[in-house]
């Protein structure tokens, strides 16, 4: 989609930039690359994957890293663990996903992690730190939903941190290669990943050739459930109601019932869930994508292009048609709807499966279940 909908020099911009995959693509073909995300983890991943990081120095850090660590873990540990508690989040759910000798390793690692003085390195270790949580605490390996399992298997947490570091620092030295040195050696005038709200996009009016995104599904609560484990240790978290206030959509916000959500489809969504808490959720989902969809026809161009993945999904056996609501909001905005294609979707992320009766998450198994997500949308729609 960026080699379709921009020329080398361009700007390409993600308002849902998740982990960062646009602005990697748009900086490995030449293109400037302006991204932001309302989740915390996620702008932590972005910048660790389009910052590319002298290996000479990596290596170095990492080397002083290990040695640090196994000397903390197996020689000095109850100096260093004393040393260590400040840096453990005084907050309840700590000891709730955490058994106390993981928690006490965790910290020693976190620890050493805030001493690194460079910050492109000290990001990197800090997304390898957020990727080892999820094995480390007691929550449900196979589940992306908050459940805990108290027969889960003890991971050791120094072993898959520096596993984790070391995959990364392979990754950093491939992504190096690829990059064209004048990118390198000015990074940050090729790309811009700030944390924000999508309806307020970093970038100016006018400018942008192509956006390429993939919005929040309606029920974006679940992005913040996956992100719970490090927004506690980053402390980024009070609590998960009060996390979830930042996701687009979330029930959790103050929600007027009447607002224009600038779709016909959508209105008949909602009033199939009338009378119900969904009905809200949904009805400030779409009002808050049609601002969000405003903000990308502010910053694109004249005859720029704004390429959008979506899938449909379905609740309670009623169909959450979300395609055709973006594509009657790109009307409304006067977007020219260019192209729509489908495509069938393999793999994701979050499980595809739910209980058609209650709408909660399901195993394959389960013989009431049916797709979420089986395929997605490409919407390409030009401003005029």
């Keep these: ?17 998740g982990s960062g995959t646009t602005i990697v693509e748009a900086l490995l073909n030449k293109r400037f690359g302006i991204g932001c995300d309302i989740n915390y983890v996620a702008f932590l991943v972005a910048k660790a994957k389009t910052t590319p990081i002298n290996n000479k120095l990596l290596e170095e850090e990492i080397l002083q890293l290990r040695s640090d660590l196994d000397y903390r ?26 058994k106390k000798h993981q928690k006490e390793k965790l910290a020693i690692i976190f620890a050493r ?20 949580l999820k094995h480390c605490s007691i929550w449900l390996q196979s589940s992306v939903k908050p459940q805990r399992d108290f027969k889960k ?31 390198i050696n000015s990074i940050n005038e090729h790309r811009k990943v700030i944390r924000r709200d999508a309806r307020k996009i970093p970038c100016e009016d006018n400018v942008a050739t192509s956006i390429v995104t993939s919005p929040p599904y309606v029920t974006s609560y679940e992005y913040a459930d996956l992100h719970q484990l490090p927004a506690l240790w980053f ?9 979830r206030k930042n996701f687009i959509g979330s029930v959790f916000k103050t929600e007027e019932n009447e607002v224009n959500v600038h779709s016909k489809t959508a209105d008949e969504i909602i009033e199939n869930f009338k009378g119900k808490k969904k009905s809200k959720e949904i009805r400030k989902y779409y ?19 704004a390429c959008i993945v979506i899938g449909d999904t379905q609740y309670r056996n009623i169909d959450i048609l979300n395609h055709l609501v ?5 009307n409304s905005l006067k977007f020219e709807i260019e192209n729509v294609t489908v495509r069938q979707v393999t793999s994701k992320m979050l499980p595809s499966f739910r209980d058609s009766r209650t709408g909660r998450f399901a195993k394959p198994t389960n013989t009431n279940i049916k797709l979420v997500h089986p395929k997605e949308y490409i919407i390409i729609a030009k401003k005029n």
């Design 73 to 98: 873990m197996n020689g000095k540990y109850n100096y260093y663990l004393s040393k260590s508690y400040r840096f453990i989040p005084k907050n309840d759910k700590i000891d709730y996903w955490f």
């Design 113 to 132: 992690i805030n001493e690194v003085q460079n910050s492109a390195i000290k990001n990197l270790f800090l997304v390898a730190f957020a990727q080892i």
């Design 235 to 243: 402390n980024k978290m009070n609590d998960l109601s009060s996390f």
């Design 326 to 330: 973006f594509i009657e909001q790109l």
């Design 287 to 305: 009002f808050e994508m049609y601002d969000c969809l405003a903000e990308m026809k502010r910053v694109l161009k004249k005859n720029g292009k």
């Design 1 to 17: 989609m960026i080699l379709e909908n921009s020329n080398e020099g361009d700007i390409v911009v993600d308002p849902f930039m």
């Design 153 to 183: 298997v003890n991971y050791e947490p120094l072993e898959l941190f520096l596993s984790r570091v070391r995959n990364m620092s392979k990754r950093n030295e491939a992504f190096i290669q690829k990059l064209k040195p004048e990118i």
